[in-house]
């Protein structure tokens, strides 16, 4: 589900990391930027278990597309301070929509 982020900090958005997000996430800082099959391969997982955690970690901002290999996302972790600045601008950006509302 979306994140709406209108009423969030970056401290609610990563406080969202149950273990099994946060496995994905650091699996992305070790292996560097891949596929969702890729990286289940890698973990000897199946891809419908990763997928749906890289999903939701993009949503989060933790996670990016970066490019495309054969069909399929390649995705990235965001370093800490990229992420904070992310979850920063989405903020803004729903909250500015706000703001000119009131107006």
Request: proline share 3%.
């Amino acid at each position: 589900m979306p994140i709406d982020f209108r009423n969030e900090t970056f401290d609610s958005i990563r406080g969202r990391l149950d273990a099994d997000r946060e496995f994905i996430l650091q699996r992305f800082r070790i292996f560097g930027p891949c596929t969702t099959r890729q990286l289940a391969e890698s973990l000897g997982m199946d891809v419908l278990s990763v997928r749906p955690r890289v999903t939701e970690l993009c949503q989060m901002g933790a996670v990016e597309l970066v490019d495309r290999h054969d069909h399929e996302g390649v995705y990235r972790a965001r370093m800490e301070g990229d992420w904070m600045m992310w979850v920063a601008r989405e903020i803004q950006r729903a909250t500015s929509g706000e703001q000119m509302m009131l107006l």
